[in-house]
């Protein structure tokens, strides 16, 4: 594994990177140790390599730390608010289909007070690519207890730990109807990579979830350890299990990670089903939609 | 710019309010719609959704309202003019993205077909109890416009008006329906495309790298690009520079904030729309908006038949408020007297205006149905006698 | 012409909002009116109360609801129940024949019926009941010509079934002109 993260440093020289970032927006609000960096850097070098016009990209985040991606990003970019990022990106997407639109947000945000409008756009099979960082705990906010954190572990308000189920987000999304699921870590940087490339290939809702450390709030507070702790545990405890039954890798504290990519279907985006269905309904005196 | 005659019905109609806001909407150019069903708006969406596939339209029937008032944005960066619909408790969860509107200056519109509140209220009833909400209903400084029709002939006209005033001033604007004009069928007429004025969005067309998106020359609007042009723009609700760049200092929230007010502020006096009826010399003047502009009438005509002295000035935009009229006539006229399907929300900006030199009667209802014209003519004849 | 205020009342899926729907669109788009109308129906699509408010006038129309309507049709012995005290002294009552029993019939209104179900039963389509009823209140009362009435009748009701919507006007007018002539106890 660790000879992986040593060859992808070797095959692509490290500053072609910054010209995906708004330079002169560094240095960057995360903490040391924090894994989201990592996961933009995955981003730019899938970027880099996927043959996408860059002008017609767009980067929509919504609020937290992972939120602020979207800023960093030397795109178009989009701050929207907490938990709206996917409507925003379907509203963007739909008024202009030529755009590739990428959801680049947290697991509190997309999934606790954006988890609505997460299972309605995989349901609607919505054409977006939607990378959701997962740190287990509200970062921004101090460390509170979010959907995505696993049961036991302490956050700020569960400080007794936390008896709540978490969501395990593969099988969410493929539930909802996404038509590609992965999961990582940020210490899978070449899987990762290959993974965004992917998703942002595939035409409809993907989805990648990426486990990151906060070494600030949820790790410290857990008592396990630093952002390079955290990464051992990952690389220690994943398993790759491509095409895994989704049903069967929810996540739980400290414990075994499966990591893969698990969905990769085809099914028609909401906006081919809507101009093939009316198309078929009404005839010629429908006008297409393109946009 | 003329509308684009595809969506133009030009021609006589018998039409609700709702559906004529519908095609208001679309001869306005708005090709983007997203919303929610709630009552009495549901009508418009209804529409919008049989029309747009003749003409090119999307429309997207979202999760929840949330959802409805961010798509719509998403949409404007992509190039569309947007609209959403809704009522009461729709509008309500609305708030945060009229806020992200004003914030990073996105033109689109906000229908509310008022119904009687709060809460669930009067779902099939009218009211005009969201006045304030429209203008100060998230969190924060900034301003917007907001239109109140009386009519289904109005419900057409100002909506294209709304999506001209927003692109104009790059802002939410508010079309303050409410139920009995949304539900009530007359004729509406609507003229050919080419006699239909739009405004068109003010995109930037200079050289690339010196494009600033938030930079204003003059006017205190900015100038606009869309995603896919090529300027890797950046918006965000956080406080931000010229560049767009989030920027969370004193000095940019000083900046920032006073033009998003002073935007619609100092453009004010191009803004406001009222229509006079025998203002000048009256004693009494009766202030309207919306329906209660209708229900005044038979007030108003019985009191000046029992030679009383009364006006009757509508506001045709409600926010901005005619500050300055309202100033003006309160050094001459005994009293206003201000009817409204709420307890008192408009008759505090005439209180604000008039500070003290005339009185200021409010004729207030909560909705459900309109003011009996009676009721009217009692605070209008006890006004006169002063 | 002076501001008159029509009522019509029935159950849900009888028409009765297109009724007035078709009333309004005569005056106001076929007859140089001005007209507003407004719609009250049930939370139920159907089988619960509605009814449908309009009013006729040569002059702008300010306050849009009904006060004191001169003109009311009722089809169904729930909205007579309901509607007719609201009915002016000297109005026009018109109901359903088959469908109403005018109990405690007022004695300050021009009472009308019309078997209009049954009428449209014989055409081969119950549904346009309403439209049978449109021809009888053209014909009893003055509201709107009759010219008019058959063009907003023909511009409202679905492609492919102007004929029989024609004919449904046809009759009810007819058996309006004889009820008016005297040849039909009203």
């Known amino acids: 594994m660790a000879e992986e993260l040593f060859e992808i440093e070797e095959s692509v020289p490290v500053n072609t990177v910054e010209s995906f970032l708004r330079m002169e927006r560094m240095p960057h609000i995360w903490c040391p140790g924090c894994g989201i960096g990592t996961t933009v850097n995955c981003f730019a070098h899938a970027l880099e390599t996927s043959g996408l016009d860059l002008q017609k990209v767009s980067v929509v985040s919504?609020?937290?730390?992972?939120?602020?991606?979207?800023?960093?990003?030397?795109?178009?970019?989009?701050?929207?608010?907490?938990?709206?990022?996917?409507?925003?990106?379907?509203?963007?997407?739909?008024?202009?289909p030529e755009l590739k639109v990428i959801v680049y947000s947290g697991d509190g945000d997309l999934t606790a007070i954006g988890g609505n409008h997460f299972i309605h756009a995989a349901r609607r099979n919505v054409d977006m690519t939607?990378?959701?960082?997962?740190?287990?705990?509200?970062?921004?906010?101090?460390?509170?207890v979010a959907p995505t954190t696993p049961l036991s572990a302490t956050a700020s308000t569960t400080p007794y730990g936390n008896y709540e189920q978490s969501?395990?987000?593969?099988?969410?999304?493929?539930?909802?109807?996404?038509?590609?699921?992965?999961?990582?870590?940020?210490?899978?940087?070449?899987?990762?990579?290959?993974?965004?490339?992917?998703a942002l290939a595939k035409k409809g809702f993907s989805f990648v979830e990426v486990l990151a450390p906060c070494p600030t709030l949820y790790s410290r507070r857990n008592k396990i350890g630093d952002g390079l702790d955290q990464m051992i545990y990952y690389k220690d405890n994943s398993e790759i299990r491509n095409g895994a039954d989704t049903k069967t890798i929810p996540l739980e504290f400290q414990g075994k990670i499966v990591v893969g990519k698990f969905v990769d279907k085809e099914r028609p985006t909401y906006l081919d089903a809507m101009n093939e269905f009316y198309q078929q309904k009404l005839g010629e005196d429908y006008i297409p939609y393109k946009g | 710019m003329k509308a684009d005659p595809k969506g133009v019905l030009t021609g006589s109609h018998f039409l609700d309010g709702d559906h004529s806001c519908s095609e208001g909407a679309i001869a306005a150019g708005c090709r983007f719609v997203a919303g929610y069903?709630?009552?009495?708006?549901?009508?418009?969406?209804?529409?919008?959704?049989?029309?747009?596939?003749?003409?090119?339209?999307?429309?997207?029937?979202m999760e929840d309202e949330i959802a409805s008032s961010i798509a719509i944005q998403g949409a404007v960066w992509g190039g569309k003019k947007a609209m959403t619909v809704t009522s009461g408790p729709g509008f309500s969860l609305m708030m945060e993205h009229i806020g992200l509107a004003a914030m990073t200056e996105t033109p689109c519109v906000f229908v509310d077909v008022q119904r009687a509140g709060p809460s669930t209220g009067l779902p099939t009833q009218p009211a005009q109890g969201d006045m304030m909400?429209?203008?100060?209903?998230?969190?924060?400084?900034?301003?917007?416009i907001?239109?109140?029709?009386?009519?289904?002939?109005?419900?057409?006209?100002?909506?294209i008006k709304a999506f001209n005033l927003s692109e104009q001033y790059r802002v939410p604007v508010m079309f303050m329906m409410d139920e009995c004009v949304g539900h009530m069928t007359e004729r509406v007429v609507i003229p050919p495309a080419d006699q239909i004025e739009i405004v068109p969005r003010k995109f930037y067309e200079g050289p690339k790298a010196d494009y600033l998106p938030y930079k204003t020359n003059g006017d205190l609007v900015p100038m606009m690009v869309k995603a896919g042009d090529g300027y890797n723009i950046h918006v965000t609700g956080l406080t931000h520079d010229e560049r767009g760049y989030p920027s969370m200092t004193v000095p940019t929230q000083e900046k920032l904030i006073p033009r998003l007010v002073n935007k619609i502020k100092h453009n004010a006096p191009k803004i406001v729309e009222y229509v006079e009826d025998q203002v000048d010399g009256a004693e009494v003047v009766v202030v309207t908006f919306g329906i209660t502009s209708r229900t005044s009438i038979p007030a108003i005509e019985q009191a000046r038949k029992e030679g009383m002295k009364v006006g009757h000035l509508r506001l045709v935009v409600v926010w901005p408020f005619p500050e300055e009229r309202i100033r003006e006539l309160a050094s001459r006229v005994r009293a206003f007297v201000v009817p409204e399907l709420n307890l008192g929300q408009m008759v505090l900006?005439?209180?604000?205006?008039?500070?003290?030199?005339?009185?200021?009667?409010?004729?207030?209802?909560?909705?459900?149905?309109?003011?009996?014209?009676?009721?009217i003519y009692n605070v209008i004849k006890k006004s006169a006698k002063g | 012409m002076a501001r008159v205020e029509i009522k019509i009342g029935g159950f849900g899926g009888q028409g009765v909002i297109l009724s007035g729907y078709i009333v309004g669109r005569a005056a106001s788009i076929y007859d140089n009116k001005h007209s507003t109308m407004i719609q009250a129906f049930g939370p139920e699509a159907r089988g619960s109360a509605c009814s449908a408010q309009v009013i006729v006038s040569a002059e702008p129309i300010a306050y849009p609801y009904i006060v004191s309507p001169e003109i009311m049709i009722v089809m169904s012995q729930e909205a007579y129940t309901k509607f007719t005290p609201e009915l002016a002294s000297g109005g026009v009552l018109i109901t359903e024949e088959e469908l109403v029993q005018p109990h405690n019939l007022r004695k300050d209104v021009k009472h009308f019926s019309i078997p209009a179900t049954r009428f449209a039963e014989e055409l081969g389509k119950k549904l346009v009941v309403n439209i049978v009823m449109m021809g009888f209140l053209t014909a009893v009362t003055n509201?709107?010509?009759?010219?008019?009435?058959?063009?907003?009748?023909?511009?409202?009701?679905?492609?492919?079934?102007?004929?029989?919507?024609?004919?449904?006007?046809?009759?009810?007018?007819?058996y309006g002109v004889e009820v008016m002539a005297g040849g039909v106890p009203a």
């Open chain 3, 143 to 174: 509201v709107v010509g009759k010219k008019a009435m058959g063009q907003a009748v023909l511009a409202s009701v679905p492609k492919g079934t102007e004929e029989l919507n024609v004919k449904a006007f046809e009759k009810g007018y007819e």
């Open chain 2, 146 to 159: 907001a239109l109140s029709p009386n009519s289904p002939q109005e419900c057409f006209d100002l909506t």
């Open chain 2, 37 to 61: 069903p709630i009552t009495p708006s549901t009508e418009v969406v209804e529409r919008i959704a049989s029309r747009f596939p003749y003409v090119g339209g999307m429309f997207i029937q």
């Open chain 1, 167 to 198: 969501f395990n987000l593969p099988y969410l999304a493929e539930s909802c109807g996404a038509v590609y699921v992965a999961r990582w870590t940020a210490f899978h940087v070449r899987h990762l990579t290959k993974a965004i490339k992917e």
């Open chain 2, 133 to 144: 909400q429209a203008r100060w209903g998230s969190h924060g400084d900034y301003g917007i």
């Open chain 1, 62 to 96: 919504g609020i937290g730390c992972t939120g602020r991606v979207a800023g960093y990003i030397n795109l178009d970019s989009f701050h929207t608010t907490h938990g709206r990022a996917i409507p925003f990106a379907t509203g963007l997407k739909l008024a202009n």
């Open chain 2, 349 to 375: 900006e005439v209180e604000r205006c008039v500070a003290g030199k005339a009185r200021v009667e409010l004729v207030g209802h909560p909705g459900g149905t309109v003011h009996n014209p009676k009721d």
């Open chain 1, 130 to 144: 939607v990378i959701l960082i997962n740190n287990f705990t509200y970062g921004m906010t101090g460390g509170q």
